[in-house]
């Protein structure tokens, strides 16, 4: 079993849809990134996030420490959201900076 | 701006070659990290740096190895490729437990 799950793998949506992707994770952690992958490679970091909600724009992050999940919600998806989005984790073990990836969310909003 | 810029999106190369994968930050960052990333596995960590000339394997370190002599650069080598190594590879670069910046990738195929 993977120390951290996504669900759901594949989503499609139509334009101004509300979108949940979902992460669990199995081991204790300082802290959760949500990163968005474009097609072409890019990665760039969405959102940090160690206790509560963080927003930016349409997206928002909530994270439950207790209960080892994190949500990524996107509201009015709009096509440009088509992406495949990444949860990641920083363990308490182990090296500080090291991160352990799930296997993403593949998005497409369709018109 | 972080940038973190890879030596080449595209490589093609023979079995048994030599592979350099050149990574470069300009944020004074003290962590680098090389990644591969495949369909179905997420990125898994290859070889991690967090001071030049110190370097600390990752999750898959076998039949790779890494240089870090400046600060900014962080060469990823593959001794004698095999055409398991294709895949896409992706360097990042950060401050200690914070936001990885992460390079475009470079897709490499062995044949």
């Known amino acids: 079993k993977n120390e951290v799950e996504q669900s759901p793998q594949n989503l499609t949506a139509q334009e101004g849809e509300f979108i949940t992707i979902n992460c669990s994770y199995s081991v204790g952690i300082s802290a959760l990134h949500w990163l968005q992958q474009h097609p072409g490679g890019g990665i760039v970091s969405l959102f940090m996030?160690?206790?509560g909600k963080k927003k930016h724009g349409r997206l928002i992050a909530t994270i439950n420490i207790q209960e080892k999940h994190s949500s990524l919600h996107i509201t009015a998806s709009h096509p440009r959201d088509s992406a495949v989005y990444i949860c990641a984790v920083r363990p308490l073990r182990g090296t500080a900076s090291k991160l352990t990836f799930g296997t993403g969310t593949r998005l497409q909003v369709t018109l | 701006d972080v940038k973190v810029t890879q030596s080449s999106r595209y490589l093609v190369k023979r079995t048994g070659e030599k592979v350099f994968l050149e990574c470069v930050q300009d944020?004074?960052?003290?962590?680098m990290f090389w990644y591969r990333q495949d369909p179905g596995l997420g990125l898994r960590l290859i070889y991690f740096s967090y001071d030049v000339k110190m370097k600390e394997k990752g999750d898959i370190p076998e039949g790779y190895s890494v240089s870090r002599e400046k600060k900014e650069r962080f060469s990823l080598i593959l001794e004698s490729a095999s055409t398991n190594q294709t895949s896409m590879y992706l360097c990042?670069?950060?401050?200690?437990?914070?936001?990885?910046?992460f390079g475009p990738g470079t897709r490499l195929l062995v044949l």
């Open positions: 996030l160690s206790s």
């Open positions: 944020m004074d960052h003290e962590n």
């Open positions: 990042a670069s950060s401050w200690t437990e914070e936001t990885q910046y």
